[in-house]
């Protein structure tokens, strides 16, 4: 059974910095890609940011490009989105989502598995 659990959400400063994490299991982790979307109150689902399976490769959606970073370590199925330089606009429940591929689409019709989410509230 797939399944994805994201931590490391929580208060975060403008101009600040955090680190969230997603635990994957049920899979075979290091076959396929992972993406992260985040959903501000009132909006839908948009695309942040992906990596390929072998992690030597990631697409950065423009909102984030230069401040945001991915990683990910196969050897504890984890994916790793560090958020550098936050603003109030970044404010959302941030999720993330696993591929049917090696490499990491952006549209959320794209994707069957989901984490539940971990909230990231950016005060100004």
């Known amino acids: 059974q797939v399944h994805l659990v994201e931590s490391g959400g929580g208060l975060a400063q403008s101009g600040g910095s955090l680190n969230l994490s997603c635990v994957a299991s049920g899979f075979t982790f290091s076959d396929y890609g992972i993406t992260w979307f985040r959903k501000a109150p009132g909006e839908g689902r948009k695309w942040v940011i992906g990596?390929?399976?072998?992690?030597?490769?990631?697409y950065y959606s423009d909102s984030v490009k230069g401040r945001f970073r991915i990683t990910r370590d196969n050897t504890k199925n984890t994916v790793y989105l560090q958020m550098n330089n936050l603003t109030p606009e970044a404010t959302a429940t941030y999720y993330c989502a696993k591929s049917e591929h090696s490499s990491p689409p952006y549209l959320p019709q794209d994707f069957t598995y989901w984490g539940q989410g971990t909230q990231v509230p950016v005060s100004s």
């Open positions: 990596i390929f399976d072998d992690g030597s490769d990631a």
